[in-house]
């Protein structure tokens, strides 16, 4: 697919349901710790995830980049939250009357735990001694039926040009997909930590049996 008449640009929150649409189709189950656990079938729902993911676009000061044809058809999504650096927990309460799936509760207690240790290295966190509000890049994603040559490098531009009109100068990515950690290398953005996957383990099981295209999950992060 040619990229004339492709626009990169901020959602509208009215659009939310539509990203939250596409990352179902094409990020759920292909990502690399969601197809190791077999997170879900097919074409199958998670309300638990569908709201994870809208209160985040929803929370305060969130970046929601979308791109689409001209006719306006959606190429690929990304979004970042906001952590402040007072430790406020500005993402709003998931309500929702499913639990949150066993599979997505592991990937989630992964994700908490391999964050700790990379923040807690992280020396682009601070400057001149104060701790920087944190701009953390979350799901990045383009269409996985067909292959758009710079899709995800430029909604990762553009989003990383938004938070930088916005003041926010600390910007990180926890990238679970080796295709991520390629566009913040793009970026000039610095490898702060990496862990093989094959070395997290719970009562002795490695929990995500990626394939050997992604092997590490890797976080990168960048001081403007």
């Keep these: 697919m040619e990229n004339e008449g492709l626009s990169i640009r901020e959602a509208r929150s009215e659009e939310y349901e539509a990203v ?35 209160v985040r676009l929803k929370s305060p000061g969130s970046i929601v980049v979308i791109a689409e044809d001209k006719s306006g058809e959606l190429l690929g999504i990304g979004f970042a939250v906001i952590y402040p650096s007072s430790g406020e927990d500005r993402i709003g309460e998931i309500t929702c009357k499913d639990k949150c799936p066993k599979k997505f509760e592991e990937i989630l207690n ?24 944190r701009l953390d890049y979350t799901i990045i994603a383009s269409r996985s039926d067909v ?19 916005r003041g926010l100068k600390y910007h990180t990515v926890l990238c679970t997909s080796s295709f991520t950690a390629k566009i913040c290398k793009k970026a000039g953005f610095t490898q702060v930590f990496s862990f093989p996957y094959k070395d997290y383990k719970v009562d002795g099981k490695v929990m995500f049996p990626t394939t050997a295209l992604h092997t590490n999950c890797t976080f990168y992060s960048k001081a403007f």
């Design 110 to 133: 992964f994700l908490g735990w391999f964050d700790d240790q990379a923040s807690s290295k992280d020396e682009n966190s601070t400057k001149n001694g104060t701790k920087l509000d």
């Design 147 to 165: 292959r758009i040559p710079g899709i995800g490098s430029r909604v990762f531009q553009k989003m990383t040009e938004l938070g930088i009109e």
């Design 20 to 54: 939250v649409d596409f990352i179902n189709q094409h990020f759920v189950g292909l990502e690399p710790t969601t197809a190791a656990c077999k997170l879900c079938e097919e074409g199958y729902r998670m309300p638990y995830f569908d709201a994870w993911c809208m």
